[in-house]
């Protein structure tokens, strides 16, 4: 008797399945892009953003300020080429669920803060009400489609695939 994830292995994926994952990846891909895109050519705004969580040392804020628009790059390229898939899904995922933590933490705290996910960040000017409802939904959305590529093959036009075909007719 197998068990029900060998089943799953042995099933082969429907049509449905693989192209949700490339929707899913090209989603997923394009966000990151776009974030960290926004973020690399100002990176002491980038900082600033990840200093307003107050939940890092200083040392620890800077650095994750600096790397994490470049994190965010690669993982979108890898997701959009769908090259290391389902390790770069875990990433994300991983990172999905830090910032679902931080904007919660943030908003449980009474902090009122521009989240920083595509630029700018930091406190938020007088009278301007932060979006912490719309970010946390929009963030545990992306962990989902993040779960979910992580759990099947990487879909169409993926080079992950091709990579397999390749394997297999050897």
């Given amino acids: 008797m197998t068990n029900t994830g060998e089943l799953a292995r042995e099933r082969p994926p429907t049509t449905l399945t693989t192209w949700a994952a490339l ?4 989603v997923l891909g394009g966000v990151w ?6 973020k690399v050519t100002d990176l002491d705004a980038s900082v600033r953003a990840v200093r307003a969580y107050r939940l890092l040392p200083e040392t620890a804020a800077q650095v994750v300020g600096a790397g994490l628009p ?21 990433l994300s995922a991983v990172l999905m669920a830090a910032f679902v933590a931080g904007i919660a933490s943030a908003w449980a705290r009474g902090l009122r803060i521009d989240c920083g996910c ?8 007088a009278g301007a009400d932060p979006a912490y409802g719309w970010e946390l939904a ?4 992306l962990l989902v489609v993040a779960l979910f590529l992580a759990a099947r093959p990487p879909g169409r036009l993926a ?12």
Avoid: C, H, M, P
């Avoid at 929707?23 to 090209?26: D, E, K, N, V, Y």
């Avoid at 595509?118 to 000017?125: N, V, Y």
């Avoid at 929009?138 to 959305?141: E, K, L, N, Q, V």
């Fill in 70 to 90: 470049l994190v965010e790059i690669v993982l979108g390229v890898l997701l959009v080429v769908g090259l290391g898939v389902r390790v770069s899904a875990v």
């Fill in 159 to 170: 080079i992950d695939g091709l990579l397999a075909a390749r394997k297999e007719t050897s």
């Fill in 138 to 141: 929009r963030d545990a959305g």
């Fill in 118 to 125: 595509f630029g700018s960040g930091g406190e938020l000017a």
């Fill in 23 to 26: 929707a899913g990846r090209l």
């Fill in 33 to 38: 892009i776009a974030a960290g895109a926004s």
